[in-house]
């Protein structure tokens, strides 16, 4: 493994570093205002949600790695102390992108990059209209937490109000993945689109848990044909198959070799019959 000493290793190195590692990463598109009331818009992808109750964003406009000035998102966010923050979807992307040039303050960016300003309820910066979800935020705090180039500027928001088109609903009012058009990014210039192909489902175990991998026999733990992740389907069964259920596959499987069995519950496992192959590959415990 290649070893990374931050201190000895240069600036630009270690953000490509990071960025290419804490990835993909959603972005928020930050909506502020000076205390003159010129608009300002820009991208951020330093950013996630760390609560719900109260719901609190947190994003972070960096010290520039290059000459250690502070973006004007910061310095709005500090005389306002007020940001819509819009999630970024991929019909927008080039728009987006177009944003993060550096122009001098005051310069809108709704106007530079031609996506529609609509107003606000509770807080004076615009919303983003070709937005699917946007949120009006309240700030918390910020955390310094440097004064060189590079340092971040942690900008920690509560959501006081959150719009969300309804166009991206499912039947029960939930937000779809199919239809959230996510974008996110990733390191240097990549970024990656969510399409239908990309998303699985994977339930969490929420109150009640798996056996483990560390109960399997060794025969299942050592094998040479199952997966880490085939493990962990294994491990996330709340019980073993019970002697019934191993005896009711037996048939399927008595001519096979050991690693036949292997490749055949590993089929299973990839294919949606967890509990099969887990009865395939208990068979010698009975
Ligand atoms: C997708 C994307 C994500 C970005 N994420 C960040 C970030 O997390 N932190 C940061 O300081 N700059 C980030 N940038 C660069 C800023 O958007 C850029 O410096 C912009 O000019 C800042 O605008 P402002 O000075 O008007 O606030 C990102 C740029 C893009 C295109």
Redesign the pocket.
């Known amino acids: 493994m290649l070893k990374i000493i931050p201190s000895e290793t240069p600036l630009p190195k270690m953000h490509q570093y990071i960025l290419g590692a804490v990835s993909p990463?959603p972005?928020?598109f930050?909506s502020?205002m000076d205390k003159n009331g010129n608009p300002?818009?820009?991208?951020?992808?330093?950013?996630n949600a760390f609560g719900s109750n109260p719901p609190v964003v947190i994003?972070?406009?960096?010290?520039?790695g290059r000459d250690n000035t502070?973006?004007?998102?910061?310095?709005?966010i500090e005389d306002t102390k007020e940001v819509v923050i819009n999630i970024?979807n991929y019909n927008m992307v080039q728009q987006?992108?177009l944003?993060?040039?550096?122009?001098t303050?005051g310069v809108n960016?709704f106007i530079k990059s031609g996506l529609t300003p609509i107003e606000s309820e509770l807080v004076k910066p615009f919303r983003v209209k070709e937005s699917f979800v946007q949120f009006e935020c309240k700030l918390l705090d910020i955390v310094y937490t440097g004064d060189k180039g590079g340092a971040?500027n942690i900008i920690i928001c509560e959501i006081i109000l959150m719009h969300i088109d309804e166009k991206i609903l499912d039947e029960n009012g939930k937000i779809d993945p199919y239809k959230m058009d996510h974008v996110a990014?990733m390191g240097g210039d990549y970024?990656t689109k969510v399409i239908p192909e990309s998303i699985f489902i994977l339930p969490q175990p929420k109150t009640e848990c798996g056996i483990g991998v560390d109960v399997l026999p060794a025969s299942i733990r050592n094998s040479k044909i199952l997966t880490g992740n085939n493990l962990g389907q294994l491990g996330s069964f709340l019980a073993f198959p019970t002697k019934e259920e191993i005896d009711s596959i037996k048939d399927k499987i008595i001519n096979l070799s050991e690693e036949q069995i292997h490749l055949l519950a590993k089929n299973k496992l990839d294919n949606g019959e967890a509990l099969e192959g887990f009865k395939m590959l208990m068979h010698k415990s009975v």
């Open positions: 990463r972005i928020a930050a502020t300002n818009l820009a991208p951020f992808s330093f950013f994003f972070s406009p960096a010290r520039s502070t973006k004007h998102t910061l310095d709005n970024v987006m992108s944003t993060s040039s550096p122009y303050k960016e971040g990014r970024y």
